[in-house]
């Protein structure tokens, strides 16, 4: 063979290579690894958990990721053969600080691997976060770690105030109200366990330390997880001393209170549930100084406000008050986002409403059967929610909840059909539209409002059995 031969033989060889090492490589990389991510809490599947494939051999490392899709299925494709862990994550475990452990798969050429995960069932969580405490799906846990919002140093030492109302009705029929609460210390990290706290309740949370008391938190612990994760803070500078609460509640005068203030600024967006800014919306700091409203893209800024744990409350008309726990910090931004939930076509409310004026509001207060509220008596209450005109304001009456999950209840003796509880007040818009949630629209578009605790004197054209209350809105 000449030498020419030879060499062209050689190229042709090479040149193979070239063109064959891809296809190669592609045909090795044929394996597959799928599966199925099931949320053990609420029975169902895991959509939109992080799935994490991590290459451990052989080099290079090769690292991917996916989300699972509306039936908790993931699927790898095109992997070579090796050896694999794959592990994943979902929001719910982040919150809690749980990470499971990964599986290993090795991977031969060509091959379909299955792997399929379970997050861990709400009794098991309920054991980790609070070990020895027989906790059933009625009670559950709030854990977390309590820091210094000056400092961002774990506060050890501080106490956490929890406390929540029970209704019940005694052997009289008549609707009881309870208060139960309790009080934990922070440990040497700073890290706090509520254990035993009733699940599906209305669950009010404060940080205690040094003589001074941070915000009231409101908090819901689900009864399927069974536990919450909620870090908390406190500062010095911007929360109130416990003696200057003390006087408050003596005096009851919750609206001259002093407002809170700081040098914490709080950024963010409002939107709906399907992403588009919601402008106009009204957003404060419960407590604090301080109200603003959303532009055009629907970004906030709110700035001399309180540090510490806050909690932040958005209003738009036609929606169910957003509420938002937030951590703020002296001297820096936070930024946080709100979705709004829309509730209903309010302008469709105010249509109807023109067919009739406040005639009837002013013919029943001249009888003077019930309770009522004028134009002028509902702006000098300040009430940013509609629930609190009534809240510890009206006689006859008991408001459980905040935002859009608040109800009323007569306090008449009254109790519901079934038996098993106390009676809810119908709450009436407009006087057309009945048995609506108290906040459903906002304090300032209310003209007047009237409430009977009971059947007696409340308009007979509406359900009156457990009492009525009638809210007029602003033509």
């Known amino acids: 063979m000449t030498r020419a031969s030879r060499s062209l033989r050689v190229a042709v060889v090479l040149l193979a290579a070239v063109v064959l090492a891809p296809a190669l490589r592609a045909q090795k990389a044929s394996g597959r690894i799928e599966g199925v991510v099931t949320d053990s809490v609420h029975s169902r599947p895991a959509a939109g958990a992080t799935v994490l494939l991590t290459r451990i051999s052989p080099e290079p490392s090769e690292f991917r990721s996916a989300l699972t899709d509306d039936k908790g299925r993931f699927r790898f494709d095109s992997l070579g053969a090796g050896r694999y862990t794959v592990a994943f ?57 309590v820091s210094d919002a000056d400092s961002d140093k774990p ?50 949370v404060q940080v205690q330390d040094a003589g001074r008391a941070g915000s009231v938190l409101t908090l819901t612990v689900d009864a399927d997880g069974g536990v919450l994760a909620r870090d908390l803070s406190l500062s010095a500078q911007s929360a109130r001393t416990l003696a200057s609460l003390d006087s408050a509640a003596v005096s009851k005068d919750t609206i001259a209170r002093t407002l809170l203030t700081g040098t914490a600024t709080l950024t963010g967006t409002v939107r709906d549930q399907s992403g588009h800014p919601l402008a106009e919306t009204q957003v404060r700091v419960r407590g604090a100084t ?19 744990s806050q909690l932040v409350e958005a209003r738009h008309v036609g929606y169910l008050l957003g509420q938002a726990p937030v951590e703020l910090r002296s001297g820096r931004n936070v930024t946080l986002d709100v979705v709004l939930r829309r509730i209903v076509s309010l302008d469709s409310i105010r249509v109807f409403a023109r067919r009739a004026a406040y005639t009837d509001f002013e013919r029943r207060r001249k009888e003077g059967f019930g309770r009522f509220l004028d134009e002028q008596q509902v702006e ?40 098993n509880g106390p009676c809810k007040v119908n709450v009436v818009i407009d006087g057309l539209i009945q048995h609506q949630d108290i906040n459903l629209v906002d304090p300032a578009t209310i003209a007047a409002v009237e409430a009977y605790p009971g059947p007696a004197g409340a308009p007979v054209q509406f359900d009156r059995a457990c009492g009525v209350i009638v809210i007029w809105l602003k033509r």
């Open 89 to 145: 994550a979902t929001p719910y475990l982040d919150s809690l600080s749980l990470s499971l452990p990964p599986q290993e798969v090795d991977l031969t050429d060509g091959q379909k691997a299955r792997v399929d995960f379970a997050t861990p069932s709400g009794a098991t969580l309920r054991a980790a976060a609070c070990p020895g405490i027989d906790l059933t799906r009625a009670t559950g846990a709030v854990i977390g770690h």
């Open 155 to 204: 506060l050890p030492g501080a106490q956490v105030a929890v406390s929540w109302t029970e209704l019940s009705v005694d052997s009289a029929l008549h609707p009881v109200t309870t208060q139960r609460g309790g009080m934990v210390k922070a440990d040497s990290l700073g890290q706090y366990r509520l254990c035993g706290v009733p699940t599906n309740s209305f669950l009010m």
């Open 380 to 419: 000098s209450r300040h009430a940013f929610e509609t629930s609190d005109l009534i809240r510890d304001r009206m006689p006859g009456f008991v408001v459980e909840g905040t935002g859009d999950s608040a109800q009323v209840f007569t306090t008449h003796g009254r109790f519901d059909l079934s038996g």
């Open 290 to 308: 301080g109200v603003t409203r959303t532009d055009s893209t629907g970004r906030f800024l709110l700035a001399n406000q309180p540090a510490g």
